[in-house]
T-cell receptor
Framework: DVKVTQSSRYLVKRTGEKVFLECVQD?????MFWYRQDPGLGLRLIYF???????EKGDIPEGYSVSREKKERFSLILESASTNQTSMYLC??????????????FGAGTRLSVL | GENVEQHPSTLSVQEGDSAVIKCTYS??????FPWYKQELGKRPQLIID?????GEKKDQRIAVTLNKTAKHFSLHITETQPEDSAVYFC????????FGTGTQLKVEL
């Protein structure tokens, strides 16, 4: 069974803080993704990675960066948190291969509040 | 890039009725269309998907149809049950998944 683990379920941070959201998967998946989920906006892709040390911008990368130093871990970084980054953050992973890589497995999410 | 529109945003049905959620996509090159279900407080999970080389796929009470010409696809749930209550997301992919905005389905007793 695929397990995607996000380090925190809830986080409260102050404006201007540097925030790290961690995601680990245990299925040797090459592909990893970070989304944010907001009411009425669905799931929006922030960044994704198809390999170690590789990263690609998604649809809303502004204000975020990522790190993929190891295959199993994909970190989302908010360099200077702002109130408009208050949201639910979801990590996902998928296996390689032309068809299989399309199926994504999600973590439980981190609800971040920036005060 | 790809754009996916999903309707309705909320849907309320009586238990036993059918529910239909519709999505349209913009890029004709999209070739994979999954549907995810997210129960309250839980992670999204894939419930069914369809690839561009087929027009319909069924899995028990759930079915998905795809009209490539019109660039739309739909999720059909028959004989709805209270446990079907959740948010449903459609998505389309070329090189990355683009999700719709979600449909809150409520099945009332």
């Amino acid at each position: 069974d695929v397990k995607v683990t996000q380090s925190s379920r809830y986080l409260v941070k102050r404006t201007g803080e540097k925030v790290f959201l961690e995601c680990v998967q245990d299925m040797d998946h090459e592909n990893m993704f970070w989304y944010r989920q907001d009411p009425g906006l669905g799931l929006r892709l922030i960044y994704f990675s198809y390999d170690v040390k590789m990263k690609e911008k998604g649809d809303i990368p502004e204000g975020y960066s990522v790190s993929r130093e190891k295959k199993e871990r994909f970190s989302l970084i908010l360099e200077s948190a702002s109130t408009n980054q208050t949201s639910m953050y979801l990590c996902a992973s998928s296996s390689p291969g032309h068809l299989a890589k399309n199926i994504q497995y999600f973590g439980a999410g981190t609800r971040l509040s920036v005060l | 890039g790809e754009n996916v529109e999903q309707h309705p945003s909320t849907l309320s049905v009586q238990e036993g009725d059918s529910a239909v959620i519709k999505c349209t996509y913009s890029d004709s090159a999209s070739n994979y269309f999954p549907w995810y279900k997210q129960e309250l407080g839980k992670r999204p999970q894939l419930i069914i998907d369809i690839r561009s080389n087929v027009g319909e796929k069924k899995d028990q009470r759930i079915a998905v149809t795809l009209n490539k010409t019109a660039k739309h696809f739909s999720l059909h749930i028959t004989e709805t049950q209270p446990e079907d209550s959740a948010v449903y997301f459609c998505a389309a992919i070329i090189n990355k998944l683009t999700f719709g905005t979600g449909t809150q389905l409520k099945v009332e007793l």
